[in-house]
């Protein structure tokens, strides 16, 4: 169990899964939490069971399928209803039977929400927190309070604000979240009246949502006017700009303040966790994402890179192992010769000085050109090896192909493609047909290379993306095409960029066919 003096309290399950297009079954949910487990959180906010059939669902099952380590489940409800004891509230009985050792329980501490939302006196809220929290430590469970729309309370009226906060203490509250519901706060101003809530002697917490762009500098701000309970969600999730991101909380109080929060070895795992986690949600992973993001150690400007070269600290906050990332060179037009070599060396080459200087014209010509090699690394590595042997390598040669795309009587629209290749001393002639002219020639060029080099089964196109390059227009534009390929291990992209929109997938799709004959250990 961690550490009771700070808390790291993640509310995905229930706060995150409120972001636009967020939607988790019931074990969707059970493998975040585990997720967030392994990472080391001290509580993880299941849900509201009783208001959704899910969470309650939730709830049942993870008392037999959840080992958790770690952290601690917390069951999410409100107060009692206005009029009515806690021990007859239907709501607060499914907390109580929720088999969670955690309640957290959201309260009005806004005089404005409590008149015209909850319909009650400011004496009956004050009633219903006092009921509610003191009845559910009488049933053995430990309760935490958010106190909703706190900050805006306060400047309403700060004295029923904290009036809130020392009602939910004197009852056996053992943490009192002051929640930024809106998210409109700033750091100066939060400290303030996180400082002055911290006078009444209750513990405090942070809650903070992102519509300023505040929320993780809301929650350091928070922790130094002395909260010791942070709540976040894994990546930022949440509703309208989302939540607090808890991951860039973690790692910015862990490695610049000097908190323990969670277990170095996992703190290394971090990058893997939030990419797991993205994978089970089904959102895109933000690649800018601060500490775990794949461009969050990513150097692209060649004086960068120059200092790189020297030190890796001297443009990098901390080394990307702390949290399980890596740092990453970009080739552009932007780069200079250390680029080039610290890519080269990052893809196991040493190149010479004429090497690097002639690889950095090529770059420079080629991108001039439409092409971009920041976003195709394969493509970069097959230029990479060209450049270094002299001569362009690959494990076939196209003699040609060809596309015919027929409109059929019924409206079905077919593509068949014929490619002529060299391989292994053979002249191979294959066909394909497909949903489209890119589909076709695929599935020909596996027709041709299959039998030499089974290992291409393995291999798929996953994504395909075509670009108007800028300048250019109409049907003659230039077009630049961008090509994800993947086998069991691994992703990898790869570009080609001509007036002809298939010429250019052609050239993306040959080099994503070579660069996955390399990986399958097919040596140039």
Not at 346 to 373: H, I, N, P
Request: charged fraction near 25%; charge should be negative; include cysteine.
């Amino acid at each position: 169990m961690a550490d009771d003096t700070f808390h790291v309290y993640d509310t995905t399950l229930r706060d995150g899964a409120q972001q636009e297009g967020l939607n988790l079954s019931v074990a969707d949910k059970l493998a975040v939490a585990r997720h967030l487990d392994a990472l080391g959180v001290g509580f993880i906010e299941g849900g509201w069971p009783g208001a959704n059939p899910k969470d309650t669902e939730f709830f049942r099952r993870a008392q037999t399928e959840l080992d958790l380590k770690h952290a601690q489940l917390a069951a999410f409800g409100a107060t009692r209803r206005a009029g009515v004891k806690a021990a007859d509230d239907p709501l607060v009985a499914a907390l109580r039977e929720s088999g969670a050792p955690i309640v957290t329980l959201v309260a009005k501490s806004h005089d404005r929400h409590v008149e015209l939302a909850l319909r009650t006196t400011l004496e009956e809220n004050l009633a219903m927190i006092r009921d509610t929290v003191s009845h559910l430590r009488a049933e053995g469970q430990r309760v935490f309070l958010d106190a909703e729309h706190f900050f805006d309370g306060y400047k309403s009226n700060p004295a029923y604000a904290l009036e809130v906060i020392r009602t939910a203490a004197e009852a056996g509250a053992s943490v009192i979240a002051l929640c930024d519901t809106n998210g409109g706060m700033l750091p100066d101003e939060l400290a303030d009246v996180v400082h002055q809530a911290v006078q009444t002697s209750a513990r405090i917490g942070i809650h903070c949502h992102d519509d300023t762009g505040c929320a993780v500098a809301n929650t350091l701000a928070a922790v130094r006017a002395g909260a010791s309970h942070v709540q976040g969600c894994a990546n930022g999730y949440g509703e309208r700009s989302g939540n607090a991101n808890l991951f860039t909380v973690v790692a910015n109080l862990q490695l610049k303040r000097g908190f323990q929060l969670v277990p170095p070895q996992a703190l290394r795992e971090m990058t893997r966790i939030a990419h797991a986690i993205t994978e089970v949600t089904n959102v895109t992973p933000n690649s800018h994402q601060p500490y775990v993001g794949t461009s969050a150690f990513a150097h692209k400007a060649g004086l960068h890179a120059s200092a790189i070269k020297v030190d890796p600290n001297l443009y990098q906050h901390i080394d990307p192992a702390e949290v399980g990332n890596d740092m990453r060179m970009l080739v552009s037009d932007m780069a200079g010769r250390a680029s080039v070599e610290l890519k080269g060396r990052e893809l196991g080459y040493q190149l010479t000085g004429d090497q690097a200087r002639t690889l950095v014209e090529r770059v420079k010509e080629l991108e001039s050109r439409g092409y971009t090699f920041e976003a195709a690394d394969a493509s970069f590595e097959l230029l990479l090896r060209d450049s270094v042997h002299g001569e362009r390598l690959r494990h076939f040669s196209v003699e040609s192909w060809r596309v015919i795309v027929e409109r059929r009587p019924g409206g079905e629209v077919v593509s068949e493609a014929t490619v002529k290749l060299h391989a292994k001393g053979e002249r191979i002639v294959a066909t394909g047909e497909g949903n489209g002219p890119v589909n076709a020639l695929d599935k020909a060029v596996r027709t041709a290379l299959e039998g030499l080099y089974p290992e291409l089964a393995a291999v798929e196109l996953i994504d395909f993306k075509v670009r108007i390059l800028e300048g250019t227009h109409g049907t003659d534009a230039v077009t630049r095409v961008l090509v994800t390929s993947s086998d069991a291990g691994a992703e990898w992209a790869t570009v080609g960029v001509d007036e002809n929109i298939i010429e250019a997938s052609w050239q993306a799709l040959e080099q994503a066919v070579t660069f996955g004959l390399l990986r399958a250990g097919y040596s140039l």
